[in-house]
């Protein structure tokens, strides 16, 4: 398995369950990615913006997201290629 640093804007689709953004499918590079599982979350603090960690996984490849708070802003931070 080979990681890859990312850090790219990237459209988030989101749905809420039980009071907790899941990510359902984002778009990178013209190109759409169904989430078929949610691995892990995790936050940590930077100043006074939180930020969102979802590590995901398709059919194929795994990805972690980022989502900040102050910025609204949604990134690929990496990917690994299984």
Do not use: C
Request: proline share 4%; aromatic share 14%.
């Amino acid at each position: 398995m080979s990681y890859e640093s990312v850090k790219q804007p990237v459209e988030v689709l989101v749905a809420f369950r039980q009071n907790r953004p899941e990510p359902m499918s984002f778009k990178w590079n013209q190109r759409h990615y169904q989430v078929k599982q949610i691995n892990l979350v995790h936050a940590e603090r930077i100043g006074r913006e939180k930020i969102y960690y979802f590590s995901v996984t398709d059919e194929s490849n795994a990805y972690r997201l980022s989502f900040h708070t102050e910025s609204l802003d949604w990134r690929l931070e990496e990917m690994a290629v299984l």
